[in-house]
Every structure is written in C-alpha cells, then in structure tokens.
C-alpha cells in the first residue's frame, strides 16, 4: 500500500520553529518529486515547497523564501519541511504529495506546484502559531 504520513506538527509561538517529516511507505521517494502544501481555513490549498529528485532542486513560495528549508533523507525515504521564524500566517494544515511525472519535476524546478498534478498525499498535520 502506497502511503505518506506526515509528523511534526504543533502549537508554536511567533519567532518558533518546527519541523515537519513525511515518511513514504510502499514506494521509494528517490524517482518522486515532492511537494509541500498548506490550507489555512476558508482559502484555496497553496504550493509551500517542493523538491525534485531528478536535479535535487528545490523550490519555494515567495511566502517562506529564507524561513523554511525542504531536505530529504533517501536512507529514510523522508523529507522534511524545517520552518524557522514562523509567523501567525503560516497557521493551517500541511500536507505532504508525491509524483513521479517528469512534468511535475519540470514544474518543480521553474518553481510551479500545482495540487491537481500530484498523485499521492498524506493525511496532513496541523500547525498553529500563536501566542
């Protein structure tokens, strides 16, 4: 069975910072780009970050350009989302998605993440910051 799981989620004061995990099991995340993703309450789910594993490039929304950083550990087949000085406005469900489309690699690296083009997710873990 084809399943990511994210962790790390939490309640976390202004300036804090977490680190948010999604662990793939059933399929290997070498040969997946993977993206993350947000949704605060009442707006659309918007494109955070992503990581291509053809170039290992890596992309970011203007929004956390410089305050999060997206690694993966291929021993593991995890990636991980680190979020520095997290402000009250990155609040809302994270979520983890992979695909093996070249296209979706392609998109990645021009700094493009569409959800649609993303074929599997994990069930998502929330992240308040609040004082």
């Known amino acids: 069975q084809l399943q990511l799981v994210e962790s790390g989620g939490g309640l976390v004061q202004p300036g804090g910072s977490l680190r948010l995990s999604c662990a793939a099991s059933?399929?290997?995340?070498?040969?997946?780009?993977i993206g993350w993703f947000r949704q605060a309450p009442g707006k659309e789910r918007e494109g955070v970050s992503c990581?291509?594993?053809?170039?290992?490039?890596?992309n970011y929304a203007d929004s956390v350009k410089g305050r999060f950083t997206i690694s993966r550990d291929h021993a593991k087949n995890t990636v991980y989302l680190q979020m520095n000085s997290l402000k009250p406005e990155d609040t809302a469900v994270y979520y983890c998605?992979?695909?093996?489309?070249?296209?979706?690699?392609?998109?990645?690296?021009?700094?493009?993440?569409?959800?649609?083009?993303?074929?599997?997710w994990g069930q998502g873990t929330q992240v308040t910051v609040s004082s």
């Open positions: 998605a992979a695909d093996a489309k070249k296209t979706v690699q392609a998109m990645c690296v021009l700094g493009r993440m569409e959800d649609y083009e993303y074929n599997y």
């Open positions: 059933g399929f290997t995340l070498d040969y997946h780009v």
């Open positions: 990581i291509s594993s053809s170039t290992g490039s890596t």
